[in-house]
Protein backbone atom coordinates (compact mmCIF):
# COMPACT_ATOMS: atom_id res chain seq x y z
CA UNK A 1 0.00 0.00 0.00
CA UNK A 2 2.40 2.46 0.96
CA UNK A 3 4.55 1.49 -2.34
CA UNK A 4 1.41 2.52 -4.35
CA UNK A 5 0.76 5.91 -2.59
CA UNK A 6 4.58 6.72 -3.20
CA UNK A 7 4.76 5.81 -7.00
CA UNK A 8 1.25 7.84 -7.14
CA UNK A 9 2.93 10.67 -5.00
CA UNK A 10 5.98 10.55 -7.55
CA UNK A 11 3.61 10.44 -10.83
CA UNK A 12 1.85 13.33 -9.48
CA UNK A 13 5.16 15.35 -9.25
CA UNK A 14 6.55 14.59 -12.10
CA UNK A 15 3.76 15.95 -14.10
CA UNK A 16 3.66 19.23 -11.99
CA UNK A 17 6.91 19.79 -13.23
CA UNK A 18 6.76 18.57 -16.63
CA UNK A 19 3.94 21.30 -16.61
CA UNK A 20 6.25 23.79 -15.30
CA UNK A 21 9.02 23.26 -17.46
CA UNK A 22 6.55 23.72 -20.14
CA UNK A 23 4.84 26.58 -18.93
CA UNK A 24 8.66 28.07 -18.20
CA UNK A 25 9.51 27.92 -22.05
CA UNK A 26 6.67 29.23 -23.68
CA UNK A 27 6.72 32.17 -21.41
CA UNK A 28 10.47 32.20 -22.36
CA UNK A 29 9.52 31.89 -26.02
CA UNK A 30 6.71 34.30 -26.10
CA UNK A 31 8.84 36.86 -24.06
CA UNK A 32 11.82 36.72 -26.68
CA UNK A 33 9.37 36.96 -29.12
CA UNK A 34 8.40 39.90 -27.84
CA UNK A 35 11.35 41.56 -27.17
CA UNK A 36 12.66 40.23 -30.69
CA UNK A 37 9.72 42.60 -32.09
CA UNK A 38 10.10 45.73 -30.13
CA UNK A 39 13.96 45.42 -31.23
CA UNK A 40 13.31 45.41 -34.28
CA UNK A 41 10.71 48.39 -34.63
CA UNK A 42 13.54 50.60 -32.36
CA UNK A 43 15.69 49.97 -35.04
CA UNK A 44 13.50 50.96 -37.65
CA UNK A 45 12.28 54.08 -35.68
CA UNK A 46 16.64 54.56 -35.14
CA UNK A 47 16.94 53.99 -38.89
CA UNK A 48 14.13 56.17 -40.07
CA UNK A 49 14.82 59.18 -37.51
CA UNK A 50 18.74 58.82 -38.73
CA UNK A 51 17.49 58.96 -42.06
CA UNK A 52 15.29 62.16 -41.52
CA UNK A 53 18.17 63.88 -40.46
CA UNK A 54 20.66 63.07 -43.02
CA UNK A 55 19.74 66.14 -46.14
CA UNK A 56 18.26 64.60 -49.01
CA UNK A 57 20.30 64.07 -52.14
CA UNK A 58 18.39 64.26 -55.77
CA UNK A 59 18.02 61.35 -57.62
CA UNK A 60 18.35 60.94 -61.46
CA UNK A 61 14.70 61.96 -62.59
CA UNK A 62 14.07 62.88 -59.16
CA UNK A 63 12.08 65.93 -60.56
CA UNK A 64 10.97 67.69 -57.33
CA UNK A 65 14.22 67.41 -55.08
CA UNK A 66 15.96 68.44 -58.31
CA UNK A 67 13.72 71.86 -58.33
CA UNK A 68 13.98 72.66 -54.84
CA UNK A 69 17.78 72.41 -54.78
CA UNK A 70 17.94 74.88 -58.15
CA UNK A 71 15.44 77.11 -56.17
CA UNK A 72 17.11 77.29 -53.48
CA UNK A 73 20.32 77.98 -54.73
CA UNK A 74 18.88 81.21 -57.11
CA UNK A 75 16.15 81.91 -54.04
CA UNK A 76 17.15 85.16 -53.73
CA UNK A 77 18.25 86.37 -57.30
CA UNK A 78 16.48 88.87 -59.55
CA UNK A 79 13.90 87.06 -61.85
CA UNK A 80 14.55 89.93 -64.59
CA UNK A 81 18.10 90.32 -64.44
CA UNK A 82 18.06 86.00 -65.05
CA UNK A 83 15.26 86.43 -67.64
CA UNK A 84 17.16 89.37 -69.61
CA UNK A 85 20.88 89.13 -69.07
CA UNK A 86 21.55 85.19 -67.98
CA UNK A 87 23.17 87.23 -64.99
CA UNK A 88 22.29 85.14 -60.78
CA UNK A 89 22.36 87.95 -59.27
CA UNK A 90 20.50 89.77 -56.48
CA UNK A 91 20.82 93.07 -58.10
CA UNK A 92 17.31 94.12 -59.27
CA UNK A 93 16.91 96.03 -62.35
CA UNK A 94 15.80 99.39 -61.27
CA UNK A 95 14.23 101.93 -63.48
CA UNK A 96 14.43 105.70 -62.52
CA UNK A 97 10.84 107.87 -62.56
CA UNK A 98 11.94 110.59 -64.49
CA UNK A 99 9.36 113.14 -62.32
CA UNK A 100 11.03 112.02 -59.21
CA UNK A 101 14.12 110.09 -59.19
CA UNK A 102 12.51 107.22 -57.25
CA UNK A 103 13.90 103.89 -58.01
CA UNK A 104 11.11 101.60 -58.89
CA UNK A 105 12.14 97.63 -59.20
CA UNK A 106 11.32 95.65 -62.25
CA UNK A 107 10.13 92.46 -60.56
CA UNK A 108 8.19 89.84 -62.74
CA UNK A 109 6.82 89.61 -66.23
CA UNK A 110 3.52 90.53 -68.22
CA UNK A 111 2.31 90.42 -71.73
CA UNK A 112 -0.02 93.44 -72.70
CA UNK A 113 -1.73 93.61 -76.59
CA UNK A 114 0.84 91.39 -77.99
CA UNK A 115 3.94 93.13 -75.74
CA UNK A 116 5.90 91.58 -73.42
CA UNK A 117 7.06 94.07 -70.70
CA UNK A 118 8.92 93.48 -67.53
CA UNK A 119 6.79 94.88 -64.78
CA UNK A 120 7.23 96.64 -61.09
CA UNK A 121 4.92 98.42 -58.98
CA UNK A 122 5.73 101.60 -57.51
CA UNK A 123 4.16 104.30 -54.43
CA UNK A 124 5.82 107.82 -54.94
CA UNK A 125 4.22 109.61 -52.27
CA UNK A 126 0.30 109.06 -52.79
CA UNK A 127 0.89 108.57 -56.21
CA UNK A 128 0.80 104.75 -56.84
CA UNK A 129 1.75 103.27 -60.86
CA UNK A 130 3.40 100.33 -62.23
CA UNK A 131 6.60 100.77 -64.92
CA UNK A 132 6.28 98.53 -67.62
CA UNK A 133 9.63 98.31 -69.66
CA UNK A 134 9.34 96.93 -73.46
CA UNK A 135 12.67 94.50 -73.28
CA UNK A 136 12.38 93.02 -76.50
CA UNK A 137 13.27 96.70 -77.88
CA UNK A 138 16.40 96.79 -75.62
CA UNK A 139 19.16 98.08 -77.96
CA UNK A 140 22.85 97.82 -77.25
CA UNK A 141 25.10 100.85 -78.29
CA UNK A 142 28.42 100.49 -79.51
CA UNK A 143 30.66 103.62 -79.41
CA UNK A 144 33.74 102.18 -80.00
CA UNK A 145 34.79 103.40 -83.01
CA UNK A 146 37.23 100.79 -83.57
CA UNK A 147 34.91 98.10 -83.63
CA UNK A 148 32.27 97.45 -86.94
CA UNK A 149 28.31 99.09 -86.54
CA UNK A 150 26.17 96.54 -85.55
CA UNK A 151 22.05 96.72 -86.18
CA UNK A 152 19.71 96.29 -83.48
CA UNK A 153 18.99 93.15 -81.94
CA UNK A 154 15.89 92.25 -80.81
CA UNK A 155 17.64 89.67 -78.69
CA UNK A 156 18.06 91.03 -75.02
CA UNK A 157 20.47 88.48 -74.19
CA UNK A 158 24.26 89.72 -74.10
CA UNK A 159 26.38 86.60 -74.20
CA UNK A 160 30.06 87.93 -75.36
CA UNK A 161 31.78 87.17 -71.91
CA UNK A 162 34.83 89.69 -72.71
CA UNK A 163 32.02 92.53 -72.65
CA UNK A 164 32.08 94.31 -69.25
CA UNK A 165 30.08 96.76 -69.88
CA UNK A 166 27.11 96.89 -72.08
CA UNK A 167 25.15 100.75 -72.83
CA UNK A 168 21.65 100.18 -74.38
CA UNK A 169 18.45 101.93 -74.75
CA UNK A 170 15.12 100.77 -73.75
CA UNK A 171 11.52 102.22 -73.67
CA UNK A 172 9.93 102.23 -71.00
CA UNK A 173 6.02 103.09 -69.61
CA UNK A 174 5.04 104.59 -66.57
CA UNK A 175 1.27 105.01 -65.45
CA UNK A 176 -0.60 106.62 -62.35
CA UNK A 177 -4.06 106.33 -61.18
CA UNK A 178 -4.84 108.69 -63.86
CA UNK A 179 -5.79 107.48 -67.83
CA UNK A 180 -2.15 108.39 -68.89
CA UNK A 181 0.88 106.22 -70.53
CA UNK A 182 3.37 107.95 -70.54
CA UNK A 183 6.40 106.17 -72.74
CA UNK A 184 10.14 106.99 -72.21
CA UNK A 185 13.37 105.95 -73.75
CA UNK A 186 15.15 105.25 -70.84
CA UNK A 187 19.92 105.24 -70.84
CA UNK A 188 21.20 102.27 -69.02
CA UNK A 189 24.60 100.72 -67.95
CA UNK A 190 24.73 97.44 -67.70
CA UNK A 191 28.13 96.15 -65.53
CA UNK A 192 28.58 92.20 -66.33
CA UNK A 193 31.57 92.21 -63.79
CA UNK A 194 29.92 93.05 -60.50
CA UNK A 195 26.20 91.78 -62.41
CA UNK A 196 24.76 95.39 -61.88
CA UNK A 197 22.62 97.73 -63.80
CA UNK A 198 22.75 101.17 -63.43
CA UNK A 199 19.69 103.36 -64.82
CA UNK A 200 21.04 106.72 -65.67
CA UNK A 201 18.51 109.10 -67.42
CA UNK A 202 15.53 109.45 -69.73
CA UNK A 203 13.55 111.22 -72.60
CA UNK A 204 10.03 111.40 -73.12
CA UNK A 205 8.46 110.25 -75.90
CA UNK A 206 4.61 109.95 -75.81
CA UNK A 207 1.63 109.78 -74.13
CA UNK A 208 -0.32 106.38 -75.24
CA UNK A 209 2.04 106.12 -78.41
CA UNK A 210 3.17 102.83 -80.36
CA UNK A 211 6.87 102.34 -80.65
CA UNK A 212 7.60 101.03 -84.05
CA UNK A 213 11.57 101.08 -83.79
CA UNK A 214 14.43 102.01 -82.01
CA UNK A 215 17.83 102.56 -84.64
CA UNK A 216 20.84 104.33 -84.13
CA UNK A 217 21.65 106.30 -86.80
CA UNK A 218 24.80 105.38 -88.89
CA UNK A 219 27.57 105.83 -89.22
CA UNK A 220 26.96 106.09 -85.62
CA UNK A 221 30.09 108.13 -83.88
CA UNK A 222 29.74 111.40 -82.29
CA UNK A 223 27.67 112.80 -82.11
CA UNK A 224 25.76 109.85 -81.78
CA UNK A 225 22.05 110.01 -82.20
CA UNK A 226 19.25 107.28 -82.51
CA UNK A 227 16.10 107.64 -84.32
CA UNK A 228 13.00 106.39 -82.65
CA UNK A 229 9.93 105.63 -84.96
CA UNK A 230 6.58 105.88 -83.50
CA UNK A 231 2.78 106.18 -83.89
CA UNK A 232 0.87 109.08 -82.73
CA UNK A 233 -2.20 110.78 -82.87
CA UNK A 234 -3.30 114.47 -84.71
CA UNK A 235 -3.82 117.26 -82.05
CA UNK A 236 -7.02 117.27 -82.36
CA UNK A 237 -7.59 113.57 -81.75
CA UNK A 238 -8.79 112.46 -78.32
CA UNK A 239 -6.35 110.24 -76.85
CA UNK A 240 -9.10 106.88 -77.16
CA UNK A 241 -8.58 107.32 -80.58
CA UNK A 242 -5.79 104.83 -82.35
CA UNK A 243 -2.63 106.26 -83.34
CA UNK A 244 -2.39 106.10 -86.67
CA UNK A 245 0.44 108.54 -87.59
CA UNK A 246 3.98 107.85 -87.91
CA UNK A 247 6.28 110.42 -86.62
CA UNK A 248 10.14 110.12 -85.85
CA UNK A 249 11.98 111.62 -83.04
CA UNK A 250 15.69 111.67 -83.26
CA UNK A 251 17.53 111.18 -80.21
CA UNK A 252 21.01 112.17 -78.92
CA UNK A 253 23.15 109.86 -76.88
CA UNK A 254 26.40 109.88 -75.60
CA UNK A 255 28.34 107.57 -73.35
CA UNK A 256 27.28 109.27 -70.22
CA UNK A 257 23.77 109.54 -70.91
CA UNK A 258 20.72 110.36 -73.27
CA UNK A 259 19.35 114.01 -74.53
Not at 39 to 46: A, Y
Not at 175 to 196: I, P, R, V
Request: glycine fraction near 4%; proline fraction near 7%; aromatic fraction near 10%.
Amino acid sequence: MFSKLTITATLVILIILAAGIYRFNLTSDDLYGEIEEEQVMFDDNVANEAMAEQPIKPQAGDVESATFVESESVANASEVMSKLFNLQTVNSFNVILPESAKPVELTHFIKINQIDFAIGDYQDGEVKGRVLLDYLRITPLNFDPALEPDTQSSAPIQDDPTVQIMPFVAPFIVTTQGSGAFWYLGFFNLDYEYKSLKHLNSVMLGDRIEIESIEPIYPFEAPYKLLVTYRDRAPNQPMSASPEIVKTLAVNVSETGIY
